[in-house]
C-alpha cells in the first residue's frame, strides 16, 4: 500500500488515506484507511502489546455495523492499523445538521451499535471504552458503522488474567464506575457510554455538557440529568425508560447483557412496551421532577373578576384632591454640631464593622461545614469500597475452602480482588493470599 492524504490527526496517532498494490491480499479494496500510532506510545510496551492484541483480536471480528480491521504491523519503524475507509457522515455531525434525530433513526441506530459491541465481547471479549457521537458513521442506505474498535482493550490477556482499565472515552460518555478508579469487567460501561450517545442524539444536549473534567465527574455520581422527554417531546415513554436503564448509576441497575437491551429496542420499533427497561427511582442519573407541569384550570368565578378589574381600570379617574402645602422641618441647633456628626460616623462605622465581622464569621464556617461534608462524603465512598472489597474476599475464602485443588482458579479469584480493590485493606490481603497460592501452581 501507498499513503497518500491524511483524514485527521488524534491522539492516537494519524489516520491516512492508502491505495493499495496490486499483489495485496484477495479481498482488500483499492483504497483502506491507515492509521499510523503516535511514537510517544513506542517506549511503552504494555501498552503496545495490548495494541497489537487488541488489533489482532478485532481483526478477526466480522459484522456489517464494525469497521472492519485488516492488519495490525510495523512498517519501517511505523506502527500501524489497516482499516476499511469509510465515506459517510458522523453522527455527530448529523446531529449539528439537524438538531435531534427521530426516535426510529434513534433505534435503529442504537440496535446497530449494540449488535456491533455483542459481538465483539462474545467473539473476542473486547470492550470499546470511546463510544461518542464521533465514533458512529452514517452511510447511505441508513448503515451504521461504529470506528475504532481495534482500539479497544481487552479484558483479560493471552493467559485469562483480567487487565487494569482507564476510561479513554469523553467524560461526558465515561461510565461513573470508571471516573471512580474502577475496572471494567463487563460490558456494563459500554452501554452507559452507548445510552449517553443516544441521550445526546435524542436531546441535542451533551450530558452535563455544562462542565467538564472533575466536575462531570462528580455530577455523574451525585447530579441530574432532565429527563429527556422533557427535552424533546417527541420521544415515547417506552424509549426514554430505555435511556433510563442504560443510564443506571451502578452497573448492576443497567441491562446485563446487550441481548436485553437489544430486545427491548426491536419490541420498541414494532411499537410494543419495553419489558426489561425498569430500574428504581433514583438509580438513574435522570430524573423526571423536570418534566413541563401539568396545565391547571382557572378556579370558578375568575374570568367574572378579571372583567370587573378591567371595568374599573377604563372607569376615568375622580380629579385629585389638591395637595397640601409643604411641611418644613427645623432640627435643633445642637444636633449639627461637629461632635454629634463624627459621633454618628462612628456609630455607621461601628455598624459596617459588625457586619463585616459577622460575614466573615458565617462564610467560615460555612467552609468548615463543607469541609466536614466533604470529608464525610469521601469516608462514605471508602467505607463502600471496603465493604464490597470484604466481601468478595469471603466469596474468594470460601471457594477456596470448597476447591483447595483448583489452585489456578482459586489465585485468579484473589488476583481480581487485589486489582479491583488495590486500595482496600481487603484488596491487599487479597493480593497475599493469591502470592500464597501461586507458589502451590505446578513448577514448568
Excluded at 440496535?111 to 465481547?121: G, I, K, M
Excluded at 424533546?232 to 442504560?246: H, V, Y
Excluded at 466573615?360 to 467505607?383: C, G, I, P, T, W
Aim: charged share 20%.
Amino acid at each position: 500500500m501507498e499513503l497518500r492524504e491524511p483524514l485527521g490527526r488524534g491522539a492516537m496517532g494519524t489516520v491516512y488515506v492508502a491505495h493499495v498494490h496490486s499483489g495485496a491480499p484477495a479481498g482488500t479494496p483499492p483504497k483502506i484507511a491507515v492509521r499510523v500510532l503516535s511514537s510517544r506510545f513506542h517506549n511503552n510496551p504494555s501498552f503496545m502489546s495490548r495494541f497489537y492484541a487488541d488489533a489482532t483480536g478485532a481483526s478477526r471480528l466480522q459484522h456489517p455495523n464494525l469497521v472492519r480491521v485488516f492488519e495490525v504491523a510495523e512498517v519501517s519503524g511505523r506502527h500501524c492499523l489497516a482499516m476499511e475507509l469509510i465515506e459517510g457522515e458522523t453522527a455527530d455531525k448529523l446531529l449539528a445538521r439537524k438538531g435531534k434525530l427521530t426516535e426510529p433513526h434513534l433505534v435503529a441506530l442504537a440496535v446497530a451499535v449494540a449488535s456491533a459491541l455483542r459481538t465483539a465481547w462474545l467473539q473476542e471479549r473486547l470492550l470499546h471504552h470511546d463510544i461518542r457521537p464521533q465514533n458512529i458513521f452514517m452511510l447511505a442506505g441508513n448503515v451504521v458503522k461504529l470506528a475504532d474498535t481495534g482500539l479497544a482493550r481487552s479484558v483479560t490477556n493471552e493467559a485469562g488474567h483480567p487487565l487494569p482499565h482507564a476510561p479513554v472515552s469523553d467524560a461526558h460518555y465515561t461510565a461513573p464506575e470508571l471516573t471512580m478508579g474502577g475496572r471494567a469487567q463487563d460490558s456494563q460501561s459500554d452501554i452507559y457510554a452507548l445510552g449517553a450517545t443516544l441521550y445526546h442524539l435524542a436531546t441535542g444536549v451533551k450530558p452535563f455538557g455544562d462542565h467538564s473534567g472533575p466536575k462531570v465527574f462528580m455530577l455523574q455520581r451525585e447530579g441530574w440529568l432532565p429527563w429527556a422527554k422533557g427535552l424533546n417531546p417527541a420521544l415515547s415513554s417506552g424509549f426514554c425508560d430505555i435511556l433510563e436503564k442504560m443510564l443506571g448509576r451502578d452497573p448492576q441497575d443497567r441491562y446485563i447483557g446487550y441481548e436485553a437491551l437489544i430486545s427491548d429496542l426491536k419490541v420498541l420499533g414494532t411499537g410494543g412496551r419495553p419489558c426489561a427497561a425498569y430500574i428504581e427511582q433514583g438509580r438513574s442519573v435522570m430524573t423526571r421532577s423536570n418534566q413541563p407541569p401539568v396545565p391547571v384550570a382557572a378556579p370558578a368565578g375568575a374570568f367574572k373578576k378579571r372583567r370587573r378589574a378591567i371595568e374599573r381600570a377604563a372607569a376615568p379617574a375622580a380629579p385629585p384632591a389638591p395637595a397640601p402645602p409643604p411641611t418644613v422641618h427645623h432640627h435643633p441647633a445642637w444636633m449639627t454640631t461637629p461632635v454629634v456628626i463624627s459621633a454618628w460616623v462612628l456609630v455607621f462605622l461601628l455598624i459596617i464593622a459588625c457586619v463585616l465581622a459577622y460575614a466573615y464569621r458565617v462564610n467560615k464556617q460555612q467552609m468548615l461545614d463543607e469541609d466536614a461534608s466533604s470529608f464525610m462524603h469521601q469516608r462514605q465512598l471508602e467505607n463502600a469500597a471496603d465493604a464490597a472489597a470484604a466481601r468478595k474476599l469471603a466469596d474468594a475464602d470460601d471457594y477456596a475452602k470448597k476447591n483447595p485443588n483448583d489452585i489456578a482458579g482459586i489465585v485468579d479469584r484473589y488476583e481480581r480482588i487485589g486489582e479491583f480493590y488495590f486500595s482496600t485493606t481487603a484488596g491487599r490481603t487479597a493480593e497475599e493470599e493469591a502470592k500464597k497460592w501461586r507458589e502451590k501452581l505446578p513448577k514448568r
